[in-house]
């Protein structure tokens, strides 16, 4: 890959990060087994492996290229607004467990979730706040 690597694609490989968090934590705290979970925990296992390394380079070349100062700006803007986002969102699951609305298994999947949902949320914001015409 001899593409520029830009700030809009390390942001786009977080969401694959999450991804990689919620399988991860399935993994951890399902109850059940069947006899195909081995192959779908090896594949992601790989996958994970060869996604490090590869992020790696990325992220080493980025480092080296000149950055884009107003998507950087761009980018702070987004997080602040996930940032208020994830404070409603864990005080919303942190009720949930205080009045036993939910157990501490599906609190776990909901705070999984939520960080998912919040990488997808902060891809999508940046995009939008780093187009051209709102420059």
């Known amino acids: 890959m001899k593409s520029k690597v ?59 290229e000149e950055k884009d100062r107003q998507a950087i700006l761009n980018l702070r803007k987004a997080d602040a607004i996930g940032l208020k986002i994830m404070v409603a969102a864990a005080i919303i699951i942190a009720f949930s467990c205080a009045v036993s609305f939910i157990d501490g298994r599906m609190a776990g999947y909901a705070l999984v979730g939520m960080i998912f949902a919040l990488t997808v949320i902060r891809f999508i914001l940046f995009c939008v706040m780093d187009r051209k015409e709102f420059r």
């Open 6 to 64: 830009t700030l809009k694609e390390i942001v786009g490989t977080k969401i694959i990060y999450a991804v990689l968090l919620v399988s991860y934590y399935w993994m951890w705290a399902r109850q059940d087994w069947h006899s195909y979970y081995d192959s779908i925990q090896n594949a992601v296992v790989l996958f994970t492996i060869v996604f490090f390394a590869e992020q790696g380079y990325r992220i080493r070349k980025y480092s080296k």
